[in-house]
């Protein structure tokens, strides 16, 4: 792309599951913002009434007819982001925990900063303490400490959710099968970063989950963090460089 | 290996390898899936009627007591077995995800199309 001096098209993608109470805000909030053209709501087959407030709220909404996980409906809005052509999508979670006010500031510092993925973290500058769990924390400090010693760049926020994506790597994600299907984390930066993409993080606010339900509980952090030691693994001696290669010849 | 016991896992085998043969000649089976299971049949019907070859090969890989030969033989060919089924299972998971996210998008559009 790029050449011409026309607007930059933005799109926003909100991955949403049974967010029906809080959903109409996100949309509102985000829909306010000056540069943002479009706001599609990917509604993992929720069970209550997201679909219709999105809607009604005036945004797209793409809903899946089977419930695939977090991952699977953000790649499913880096698909509608491909195929209609947009320059840079951010992407918001649906359950208030990012502040929409900050999406403007990661689509300046996308285009200011030439850079091609621009994360939104909480850790980052004077940003009010983020208080999680000791566990929580830990294994946040190691992921970050991971992609440091594979990239030597420094993410302090690797699970934000809170991304803007320039549309060469939407194009990588939409039409390869890369990216995961549950919750994408250090695993997705550093396979970027190894591509030559350029990761930078600005801080934002972030909220704490209103519900209280975490999908880190019982033996899951455990399972969770294997599974992303494994993914790591993969994206560092994986065979996706030939595949990639044969997609994406300027890579 | 008394020879009952032969018999017995001979006749079993036997109708393994038949059962197997049936499904695919009735397309109940995949021919892909069926390969395993037929090896597995064969391999144990051979070495359960050709004579002493059991108790040759148990001698020659240090298993002293020869029927266990079957169940080592067994094992191996469950895991392969077990493996291919964890192959195939990813391969159906991703073409289901795909298919759900392009179905998605796609009645997202027809609903734009016919609403307009």
């Known amino acids: ?251 | 290996m008394p020879l009952k016991a032969r018999i017995i896992i001979a006749v079993l085998s036997f109708l393994l390898f038949s059962f197997v043969l049936n499904l695919i000649r009735k397309r109940r089976m995949g021919i892909e899936y069926s390969i395993l299971w037929l090896s597995v049949s064969s391999v144990i019907l051979i070495t359960s009627i050709w004579q002493n070859i059991g108790d040759r090969i148990a001698h020659f890989i240090g298993i002293d007591y020869p029927p266990a030969l079957f169940f080592l033989i067994a094992i191996f060919f469950l895991i392969l077995i077990l493996l291919h089924f964890s192959l195939e299972m990813t391969k159906l998971k991703g073409q289901n995800k795909t298919l759900v996210q392009e179905m998605s998008l796609l009645k997202q559009f027809m609903r734009k199309t016919t609403t307009e």
Not at chain 1, 234 to 245: A, E, P, Q, S, Y
């Open chain 1, 1 to 251: 792309m790029g050449g011409k001096e026309t607007k930059k098209r933005c799109l926003v993608i909100i991955p949403a599951y049974n967010e029906e109470m809080r959903i109409g805000d996100v949309i509102a909030a985000a829909r306010a913002v000056d540069r943002v053209d479009e706001v599609v709501v990917i509604d993992d087959c929720s069970s209550d009434h997201t679909a219709e407030i999105a809607r009604k709220a005036g945004a797209t909404v793409v809903s899946l007819v089977v419930n695939l996980g977090y991952g699977a409906a953000l790649h499913t809005g880096y698909k509608y982001s491909y195929d209609h052509g947009y320059d840079v999508t951010v992407q918001i979670d649906g359950d208030g925990q990012h502040d929409p006010r900050y999406i403007q500031s990661l689509i300046e510092a996308l285009e200011s900063k030439r850079c091609d993925v621009v994360v939104g973290s909480r850790f980052l500058g004077s940003m009010r303490k983020y208080d999680a769990p000791l566990f929580r924390r830990v294994g946040m400090r190691f992921f970050s400490f991971l992609i440091y010693l594979f990239t030597k760049n420094e993410i302090t926020d690797p699970t934000s959710g809170y991304q803007a994506l320039n549309r060469n790597v939407i194009e990588l994600f939409a039409r390869g099968n890369l990216y995961p299907s549950d919750y994408p984390d250090a695993d997705v930066i550093i396979l970027l970063n190894n591509m030559g993409f350029k990761i930078m993080e600005i801080p934002v606010v972030m909220y704490e989950n209103k519900t209280g339900q975490s999908m880190h509980s019982g033996l899951k952090p455990l399972y969770y963090v294997v599974k992303m030691l494994l993914s790591i693994f993969t994206v560092l001696f994986g065979k996706h460089r030939t595949f990639l290669r044969r997609t994406h010849p300027c890579l």
